[in-house]
C-alpha cells in the first residue's frame, strides 16, 4: 500500500481521567469536562472490527463530521469545540443517551432485510405489503437502536424505550423532533450534491440538562447516500442503487460469506481491497462537501497527533 494506516493510539495526556477504546475510535476524558476523539482508520461492519484499517478513513470521518455538526448548530447545540488534528475532534463532555436515533427515508440496508425476511414491523411502525428494496417511504421512519459497546445494536420501539426507563418521555420528544429537523437539513445539503440522504443515525447526551448532539453526523460510517442521478430508473427497472455509504463494505463481506454470525470466518483483506475502500471514502467526502480531499502528510502521525491535542488541550488545564 503507498498510504499508512494507524490502528490505535494509547495516549497519557497532561490531565488525562480516562480512556475507551470504541470499535473506530479511541475515547479520551481530559480535565474537568472535555472529551477527546482521536478517529483511527480502523473499519467495522455486523458490529466486527475488520483486521486492516483503511488509510485516511479516521481523517475522513472526522474532516466530514465537522462540517456536519457546522451546518446544523442552528437546529441544536453540538459537543465540538474544535478539531486540533485531521484525525482529532475536541469537545464538550456530555452524558450520553443509551439509544441511538436511526431515521430512515428508504427501505434499505438493516431495513430491507428485516422486511425480505417476512417481518412487518420495525421498531414497533407498521410497513405495508408489497414494498420493495429501495423504495422510498411516503415519511421518514424513526428506528432507533440501543448502543452496544460490544456485540449488536439492538432494534427499539418508542414504547420499549419508555416503558424501560432509557430515556424519558419529555427528552424523547425533543430527540424525535431534532432528528426529523436533522434529516432534513441533511438531505437538503445532499440534493445540492447530487445525493440522497437514504437513512442515518443521530446520537445525543445532555450537557447541563440541555440536549446536545454528539457523536459524527452525516458521514459514510452513520449514514447512507444514492446518487440521486439514476435513482428513478434503477428503481424502476428494480436495479442496484449507486450509492456512497458502508454498505458496499458489508455487501462486499456477505459475498465472501460473512455477516458477523456465530461461525462466520472474517475474510482476508488484501491490498487490493484496502485501497477500494479508501478511494470509496474519498470519493463520498468529495461529493458530500464539495471539496478536494487533502492527504495529510503521515509521516510520524502518532506523533503528529500527540503534539496537537498537547497544544490543544493546554489552555484547557
Known amino acids: 500500500m503507498k498510504y499508512e494506516a494507524f490502528n490505535e493510539t494509547n495516549f497519557k495526556f497532561k490531565g488525562q481521567s480516562g480512556f475507551m477504546k470504541g470499535k473506530v475510535r479511541d475515547v479520551y476524558e481530559v480535565g474537568e469536562d472535555k472529551i477527546l476523539f482521536v478517529v483511527s482508520d480502523r473499519i467495522s461492519a455486523f458490529d466486527h472490527v475488520l483486521p486492516r484499517p483503511i488509510p485516511y478513513k479516521g481523517e475522513i470521518l472526522n474532516l466530514i463530521a465537522a462540517k456536519a455538526l457546522k451546518l446544523t448548530e442552528d437546529i441544536v447545540p453540538n459537543w465540538l469545540e474544535e478539531v486540533p488534528d485531521p484525525a482529532v475532534s475536541l469537545g464538550k463532555r456530555c452524558k450520553p443517551f443509551p439509544v441511538e436515533m436511526v431515521i430512515r427515508g428508504y427501505l434499505v440496508g438493516h431495513a430491507w432485510r428485516e422486511y425480505k425476511s417476512g417481518k412487518r414491523s420495525i421498531c414497533g411502525i407498521p410497513l405495508a405489503e408489497g414494498l420493495v428494496e429501495n423504495q422510498k417511504f411516503s415519511k421518514p421512519i424513526l428506528t432507533p437502536t440501543s448502543k452496544a459497546v460490544d456485540g449488536h445494536d439492538e432494534d427499539l420501539s418508542r414504547d420499549e424505550i419508555l416503558e424501560s426507563g432509557l430515556v424519558s418521555e419529555k427528552h424523547y420528544k425533543q430527540l424525535e423532533e431534532i432528528t426529523h429537523k436533522l434529516f432534513e437539513r441533511g438531505s437538503e445539503i445532499a440534493d445540492k450534491q447530487g445525493l440522497i440522504l437514504v437513512d442515518t443515525k443521530y446520537e445525543f447526551g445532555l450537557y447541563y440538562d440541555e440536549v446536545y448532539l454528539i457523536d459524527e453526523v452525516h458521514t459514510p460510517d452513520s449514514s447512507r447516500y444514492f446518487y440521486a442521478k439514476g435513482y428513478e430508473e434503477n428503481f424502476a427497472k428494480g436495479m442496484k442503487q ?22 462466520d470466518v472474517m475474510p482476508d483483506i488484501n491490498d487490493d481491497v484496502v485501497e477500494m475502500v479508501m478511494n470509496r471514502y474519498i470519493e463520498l467526502y468529495e461529493k458530500v462537501t464539495a471539496e478536494k480531499f487533502n492527504f495529510s502528510d503521515r509521516t510520524n502521525v502518532i506523533s503528529r497527533i500527540e503534539n496537537n491535542v498537547n497544544q490543544a488541550i493546554e489552555k484547557y488545564l
Open 242 to 263: 449507486k450509492q456512497l455509504s458502508k454498505e458496499f463494505i458489508r455487501e462486499w463481506l456477505m459475498e465472501q460469506g460473512f455477516q458477523g454470525r456465530e461461525g
